[in-house]
């Protein structure tokens, strides 16, 4: 039986193990950079950086280029999400679709999307629309896979269950197969979610005037390493809470499931 | 409670006529059952019995519809079945209840699409026939092995069925559990008088449950034997007859000089 | 635990010391790198001519190997200085200076040409853009950090506009090249030798050069490391490219044929286009002057955050003495 102060011991304890590496990096990297170790044209010293942070968050520079890039990303996100789930439960559900489908996205899943780039140029011109299917392409394959195999991975033994009961076909849609589906499903997007963030510095290759990856573009252009840093870790730390918001969605939805966490 | 049995018109007899089915192993047929003749009255209480393998499972799966290819005729009140239904209902050896459904929504489940009845009433009172009345809201995964079989029976029963298909379904339970989940079926079957087919390798289920147990022996699997067990209930496990019968059947499985009765089973 | 800690922190700490050591140059090798544009002719006369190691020999580097890696524009270039793996640079003045300021240890020890027309703001040929006031509100694509981006707010100023009037696109050359033609920008500042490729093919005209705005120059920086190492042999490729560039003032026709692939353009084409350039490596005092006019244009608009001291960026001594004296 833990008492009290050994409680705290313990909390302070994995806070520490949650940063300690984080914080060994930094350490390090400060303190070769002070030893002249690094050079700050290619990698400036975490002081900088944060320096640089600060200015840009106070001026709003930074928020205004973030709400840029993620407008992008959900616009983006978004329609992968729908054409996926909806295809990907077509799909699953119908072994003709699936045949049918099946060479043509087993061809295209592996092109990486900055190789979509000259075709995106071309078909929606240097505009918003070409960075959307950027981020687009990114999302759609995690989302249309992970449906058609949550689809597929539906248990058999509820599928004779629900043949006995003479289950009417959009019963047996709406109250077996989606919901088994539903974690696989929720991976897919998930993942699909993370792509299109990390899409987001391909898709403003194309010619952006703003966002994270413009930003990051931009100052590499004008060997501003410390915007560079400074961008990068924007798009780690926003991805990072994208990510937390997914989990804590599913956490909430599925509420009938007791999940494996680790030892 | 059930008024199923003033409405019914028809006695379900089920029929099986010169049952036989084989399973291709590269190409090799191997039979699985061979023969079977069989026919259940209306009301009656069937146990097969026999050991792994002998085709049982095969024999029930094709009453229920789940299996088609197969030689031979089987009918229900004098109709043949092609494929699964809710006039044949079934309980399985794993529970098979949605997790994302609640215990009462699970039973719910069971009911045929586009029931205009008390859906309210009738949920309720299956609940209570399984003895799970409290917890209409917990979920699967809260309930033990026991209580989630009962429940796949109120599902199993809630669509009133001509018949009650149960294949092996106390298998994955414990020793104290299986022996009141025995006891919990009887009461159910008296209470809603359902034609019932159990399939079990467990001889006293059979004897305890059945008013007639079906010995099957195995590869290819024919019926060796059909014991009547006309005891009265309550069944005392250890009665002369009781014995006696046991006896009877374990002379189908274990030759003479093996027959284990000096050890409790 | 404690052992798995200890594997954790030595891999993390391999893998930063990998990253600063960096790449270093094998003893005798000198790496250039350039861009494969007209303005640059002189170097790829005398590489093809054999004259850069006839001169290095000269100066004692008979061994040495030369590599010459091709970059699309300035920008890179200074990437690549950063990560150490150049010596000698050719650019533009405002690259380099970008470079400098962003603390590359380098000096500007020549200049590669100058050449008004050899940079410009084109328009597509159907455009009805006929003077840069037209240019507002319009979409314009430019290398950012690039000479031809000062150029071209050079332009903008003559038309009584500024950066805001218009609508800024950061493009590369060759992605410029399409977007203009399939009308995607109203308009770009490039180099040659695209302003020649586009205009011969009908796609743009040339609505201003630098001519009375900006002289175009072109510089050859050294890393100061290598510079004082190897002052001798600086200034034996320095010898090797003003030969180049008598070549070219002699023997135009003889030249464009030479170094046709190296730049990607016909000889028909290129000949007009090595006339346009002054291939003079020496810096003289008029140069300083556009060098500083760069500087102030990229501190004005916020490209460098640091001022830049160009006497002390350019090194004057270096051209003069391997040049002047004969």
Same mark, same amino acid.
Not at chain 3, 10 to 18: D, E, F, R, W
Not at chain 3, 255 to 274: E, Q
């Given at each position: #039986?833990?008492?009290?102060?050994?409680?705290?011991?313990?909390?302070?304890?994995?806070?520490?193990?949650?940063?300690?590496?984080?914080?060994?990096?930094?350490?390090?990297?400060?303190?070769?950079?002070?030893?002249?170790?690094?050079?700050?044209?290619?990698?400036?010293?975490?002081?900088?950086?944060?320096?640089?942070?600060?200015?840009?968050?106070?001026?709003?520079?930074?928020?205004?280029?973030?709400?840029?890039?993620?407008?992008?990303?959900?616009?983006?996100?978004?329609?992968?999400?729908?054409?996926?789930?909806?295809?990907?439960?077509?799909?699953?559900?119908?072994?003709?679709?699936?045949? #049918?489908?099946?060479?043509?996205?087993?061809?295209?899943?592996?092109?990486?999307?900055?190789?979509?780039?000259?075709?995106?140029?071309?078909?929606?011109?240097?505009?918003?629309?070409?960075?959307?299917?950027?981020?687009?392409?990114?999302?759609?394959?995690? /989302?249309?896979?992970?449906?058609?195999?949550?689809?597929?991975?539906?248990?058999?033994?509820?599928?004779?269950?629900?043949?006995?009961?003479?289950?009417?076909?959009?019963?047996?849609?709406?109250?077996?197969?989606?919901?088994?589906?539903?974690?696989?499903?929720?991976?897919?997007?998930?993942?699909?979610?993370? /792509?299109?963030?990390?899409?987001?510095?391909?898709?403003?290759?194309?010619?952006?005037?703003?966002?994270?990856?413009?930003?990051?573009?931009?100052?590499?252009?004008?060997?501003?390493?410390?915007?560079?840093?400074?961008? #990068?870790?924007?798009?780690?730390?926003?991805?990072?809470?994208?990510?937390?918001?997914?989990?804590?969605?599913?956490?909430?939805?599925?509420?009938?499931?007791?999940?494996?966490?680790?030892? | 409670?059930?008024?199923?049995?003033?409405?019914?018109?028809?006695?379900?007899?089920?029929?099986?006529?010169?049952?036989?089915?084989?399973?291709?192993?590269?190409?090799?047929?191997?039979?699985?059952?061979?023969?079977?003749?069989?026919?259940?009255?209306?009301?009656?209480?069937?146990?097969?019995?026999?050991?792994?393998?002998?085709?049982?499972?095969?024999?029930?799966?094709?009453?229920?519809?789940?299996?088609?290819?197969?030689?031979?005729?089987?009918?229900?009140?004098?109709?043949?079945?092609?494929?699964?239904?809710?006039?044949?209902?079934?309980?399985?050896?794993?529970?098979?209840?949605?997790?994302?459904?609640?215990?009462?929504?699970?039973?719910?489940?069971?009911?045929?699409?586009?029931?205009?009845?008390?859906?309210?009433?009738?949920?309720?009172?299956?609940?209570?026939?399984?003895?799970?009345?409290?917890?209409?809201?917990?979920?699967?995964?809260?309930?033990?092995?026991?209580?989630?079989?009962?429940?796949?029976?109120?599902?199993?029963?809630?669509?009133?069925?001509?018949?009650?298909?149960?294949?092996?379904?106390?298998?994955?339970?414990?020793?104290?559990?299986?022996?009141?989940?025995?006891?919990?079926?009887?009461?159910?079957?008296?209470?809603?008088?359902?034609?019932?087919?159990?399939?079990?390798?467990?001889?006293?289920?059979?004897?305890?449950?059945?008013?007639?147990?079906?010995?099957?022996?195995?590869?290819?699997?024919?019926?060796?034997?059909?014991?009547?067990?006309?005891?009265?209930?309550?069944?005392?496990?250890?009665?002369?007859?009781?014995?006696?019968?046991?006896?009877?059947?374990?002379?189908?499985?274990?030759?003479?000089?093996?027959?284990?009765?000096?050890?409790?089973? | 635990?404690?052992?798995?800690?200890?594997?954790?922190?030595?891999?993390?700490?391999?893998?930063?010391?990998?990253?600063?050591?960096?790449?270093?140059?094998?003893?005798?090798?000198?790496?250039?790198?350039?861009?494969?544009?007209?303005?640059?002719?002189?170097?790829?006369?005398?590489?093809?001519?054999?004259?850069?190691?006839?001169?290095?020999?000269?100066?004692?580097?008979?061994?040495?190997?030369?590599?010459?890696?091709?970059?699309?524009?300035?920008?890179?270039?200074?990437?690549?200085?950063?990560?150490?793996?150049?010596?000698?640079?050719?650019?533009?003045?405002?690259?380099?200076?970008?470079?400098?300021?962003?603390?590359?240890?380098?000096?500007?020890?020549?200049?590669?040409?100058?050449?008004?027309?050899?940079?410009?703001?084109?328009?597509?040929?159907?455009?009805?853009?006929?003077?840069?006031?037209?240019?507002?509100?319009?979409?314009?694509?430019?290398?950012?950090?690039?000479?031809?981006?000062?150029?071209?707010?050079?332009?903008?100023?003559?038309?009584?506009?500024?950066?805001?009037?218009?609508?800024?696109?950061?493009?590369?050359?060759?992605?410029?090249?399409?977007?203009?033609?399939?009308?995607?920008?109203?308009?770009?500042?490039?180099?040659?030798?695209?302003?020649?490729?586009?205009?011969?093919?009908?796609?743009?005209?040339?609505?201003?050069?630098?001519?009375?705005?900006?002289?175009?120059?072109?510089?050859?920086?050294?890393?100061?490391?290598?510079?004082?190492?190897?002052?001798?042999?600086?200034?034996?490729?320095?010898?090797?490219?003003?030969?180049?560039?008598?070549?070219?003032?002699?023997?135009?026709?003889?030249?464009?044929?030479?170094?046709?692939?190296?730049?990607?353009?016909?000889?028909?084409?290129?000949?007009?286009?090595?006339?346009?350039?002054?291939?003079?490596?020496?810096?003289?005092?008029?140069?300083?002057?556009?060098?500083?006019?760069?500087?102030?244009?990229?501190?004005?608009?916020?490209?460098?955050?640091?001022?830049?001291?160009?006497?002390?960026?350019?090194?004057?001594?270096?051209?003069?003495?391997?040049?002047?004296?004969?």
């Amino acid at each position: #039986m833990t008492s009290g102060s050994n409680r705290h011991l313990q909390t302070s304890l994995y806070v520490v193990q949650y940063f300690a590496l984080l914080l060994i990096l930094v350490v390090a990297w400060q303190a070769l950079s002070d030893l002249g170790y690094i050079q700050p044209i290619i990698l400036p010293p975490p002081s900088r950086v944060l320096a640089t942070l600060w200015g840009m968050t106070t001026s709003g520079l930074l928020a205004r280029h973030i709400g840029i890039s993620v407008i992008r990303v959900l616009e983006g996100f978004g329609i992968a999400a729908l054409l996926g789930l909806a295809l990907g439960i077509g799909i699953g559900l119908s072994r003709t679709l699936d045949r #049918m489908t099946g060479l043509l996205i087993q061809l295209i899943k592996p092109i990486p999307p900055i190789a979509w780039i000259p075709v995106a140029i071309l078909w929606f011109g240097i505009g918003e629309q070409s960075k959307v299917y950027i981020i687009f392409l990114g999302a759609f394959f995690p /989302v249309i896979i992970n449906t058609i195999d949550g689809i597929r991975q539906t248990d058999h033994k509820l599928v004779e269950v629900a043949r006995i009961l003479e289950v009417s076909k959009s019963r047996f849609i709406w109250q077996v197969v989606l919901p088994g589906a539903f974690p696989t499903i929720m991976t897919g997007l998930r993942v699909g979610l993370m /792509v299109a963030w990390m899409c987001v510095v391909a898709a403003e290759l194309i010619a952006a005037g703003s966002g994270v990856g413009y930003l990051i573009m931009d100052a590499r252009q004008l060997s501003q390493s410390d915007v560079v840093v400074v961008g #990068m870790i924007t798009i780690g730390v926003i991805g990072k809470l994208m990510d937390s918001l997914i989990s804590l969605l599913e956490k909430r939805v599925i509420t009938w499931k007791s999940v494996f966490s680790g030892v | 409670m059930s008024t199923k049995h003033n409405e019914r018109k028809t006695e379900p007899r089920l029929g099986i006529e010169g049952l036989s089915k084989n399973y291709l192993v590269r190409s090799e047929a191997i039979p699985a059952l061979d023969g079977i003749d069989l026919t259940i009255e209306d009301g009656e209480f069937v146990a097969i019995v026999g050991s792994s393998g002998c085709g049982k499972s095969t024999l029930l799966r094709i009453i229920a519809g789940l299996e088609t290819d197969y030689a031979g005729r089987v009918s229900l009140a004098g109709k043949s079945i092609t494929g699964p239904g809710l006039d044949r209902g079934m309980v399985f050896q794993e529970h098979r209840l949605l997790p994302w459904l609640t215990v009462e929504q699970n039973v719910r489940f069971g009911l045929k699409t586009g029931y205009s009845g008390e859906v309210r009433k009738l949920v309720d009172e299956h609940l209570d026939l399984v003895g799970l009345s409290g917890f209409a809201n917990a979920y699967p995964y809260q309930l033990s092995g026991g209580m989630a079989q009962r429940v796949a029976i109120a599902r199993a029963l809630v669509n009133q069925p001509e018949l009650l298909l149960m294949d092996e379904p106390f298998g994955a339970l414990d020793a104290l559990t299986r022996i009141q989940m025995q006891q919990e079926v009887l009461r159910i079957r008296k209470a809603e008088k359902t034609t019932m087919i159990l399939v079990t390798h467990d001889i006293d289920e059979a004897i305890f449950l059945g008013d007639r147990v079906v010995v099957m022996s195995s590869r290819p699997g024919r019926i060796k034997r059909v014991i009547k067990v006309d005891l009265p209930h309550p069944r005392d496990r250890g009665s002369y007859e009781f014995v006696k019968i046991r006896q009877e059947i374990y002379r189908e499985f274990f030759k003479e000089a093996e027959l284990p009765f000096s050890y409790a089973i | 635990m404690k052992k798995t800690m200890l594997t954790v922190f030595s891999v993390i700490t391999t893998i930063m010391l990998g990253a600063i050591a960096g790449p270093v140059a094998n003893a005798g090798q000198i790496r250039v790198a350039t861009q494969p544009i007209p303005a640059f002719a002189p170097l790829f006369v005398a590489q093809k001519k054999g004259w850069v190691n006839q001169e290095l020999a000269k100066a004692g580097g008979a061994s040495d190997v030369v590599t010459f890696t091709s970059f699309p524009a300035g920008p890179p270039i200074i990437e690549s200085f950063a990560a150490g793996q150049q010596d000698i640079g050719l650019l533009g003045d405002n690259p380099a200076i970008i470079g400098k300021a962003a603390g590359l240890n380098t000096r500007i020890i020549a200049l590669t040409s100058s050449g008004p027309k050899g940079l410009a703001v084109v328009v597509p040929s159907r455009s009805t853009i006929t003077s840069p006031r037209q240019l507002k509100g319009k979409r314009i694509g430019v290398v950012k950090g690039s000479y031809a981006h000062h150029l071209l707010l050079l332009v903008l100023r003559k038309g009584g506009l500024s950066a805001n009037d218009i609508e800024l696109i950061n493009l590369s050359q060759a992605d410029i090249a399409s977007a203009i033609a399939n009308g995607n920008i109203d308009a770009a500042a490039i180099w040659d030798p695209l302003i020649t490729r586009l205009t011969t093919q009908h796609v743009v005209r040339v609505l201003t050069d630098g001519t009375g705005l900006k002289k175009g120059i072109l510089v050859i920086i050294a890393s100061n490391d290598f510079l004082t190492k190897n002052r001798d042999k600086t200034k034996a490729l320095l010898k090797a490219y003003q030969r180049g560039s008598e070549f070219i003032r002699a023997n135009p026709e003889a030249a464009a044929k030479l170094i046709s692939s190296d730049v990607n353009l016909a000889p028909d084409l290129l000949l007009p286009v090595l006339k346009k350039f002054d291939y003079n490596p020496v810096i003289h005092v008029d140069d300083l002057q556009e060098i500083r006019n760069s500087e102030a244009f990229l501190l004005g608009n916020g490209l460098i955050k640091s001022p830049v001291n160009i006497d002390q960026f350019v090194d004057l001594r270096v051209s003069r003495e391997a040049l002047l004296r004969k």
